[in-house]
């Protein structure tokens, strides 16, 4: 199984995609976002840093980020593949992660990125809940995103919560943030040729992840 990192703009679903990939052959999903909102939570030295930075909608620091991702790389669950969610976000973070696989001998992989329109990605987050113990999205504003039990999840049957992120002003930005850091990626990646680029436009999950698995 290949590596893969999935480049999007915020709420352009690569979190849904990565768990239904990473249950389906049995790899885990790595994603920069849980790890840091798992410092939250564990109220860590770093944490209260996290929490200001996300809350504004800027960016974590590189130094932060690439400490959490090397600490997650080293187990040894990420020998058989793994998908990476949210990282790199920037051109230095991707030297530095250059870096880091050689460091730790693992493979880069191939490049996924979500095309998605700014629009339809703010109606995706204003209706997005998130569980609130192992990370799930739901979309409210469809049915077969939806749990089956209003306000719980149905992986894990804990509560389910918004985002401190997801408000408008704070997407807007992230979504701003993102053209501006991130999607100088698409370039770099495409020179490299590991890029492949799928459009979200209104395709339902399954219909992306049908054409993620060409790529594999
Ligand atoms: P996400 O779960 O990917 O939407 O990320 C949520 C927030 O976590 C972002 O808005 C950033 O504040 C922070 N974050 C996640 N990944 C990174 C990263 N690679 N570099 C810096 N900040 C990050």
Do not use: W
């Not at 109220?43 to 800027?58: L, N, V, Y």
């Not at 990282?87 to 050689?102: C, D, S």
């Not at 609130?132 to 894990?156: F, M, T, V």
């Amino acid at each position: 199984m290949k590596n893969i990192i999935f480049i999007a703009p915020p709420a352009a679903g690569k979190g849904t995609l990565s768990d239904k990939i990473c249950e389906k052959y049995n790899i885990p999903h790595i994603s920069t976002g849980d790890l840091l909102r798992d410092e939250i939570v564990a109220q860590s030295k770093i944490g209260t840093q996290i929490r200001e930075a996300m809350a504004r909608g800027d960016n974590v620091s590189d130094e932060i980020v690439i400490k959490l991702l090397k600490k997650r790389l080293t187990s040894k669950d990420v020998k058989k593949g793994f998908i990476l969610d949210g990282y790199p976000r920037n051109v230095n973070q991707a030297k530095a992660y250059e870096h880091l696989l050689e460091e730790l001998n693992l493979d880069m992989g191939t490049v996924i990125y979500l095309e998605i329109t700014k629009e339809l990605a703010m109606q995706r987050m204003l209706n997005r809940v998130i569980c609130s113990h192992c990370g799930l999205s739901y979309n409210l504003s469809k049915k077969e995103l939806s749990p089956i039990k209003k306000g719980i999840c149905d992986r894990c049957g804990a509560n389910l919560k918004v985002r401190i992120d997801d408000n408008e002003e704070t997407f807007s930005k992230r979504f701003d943030t993102y053209m501006l850091e991130t999607y100088p990626l698409i370039e770099y990646y495409e020179k490299e040729n590991r890029l492949v680029k799928i459009t979200v436009a209104n395709k339902n999950p399954l219909e992306i992840f049908e054409e993620i698995e060409k790529v594999f």
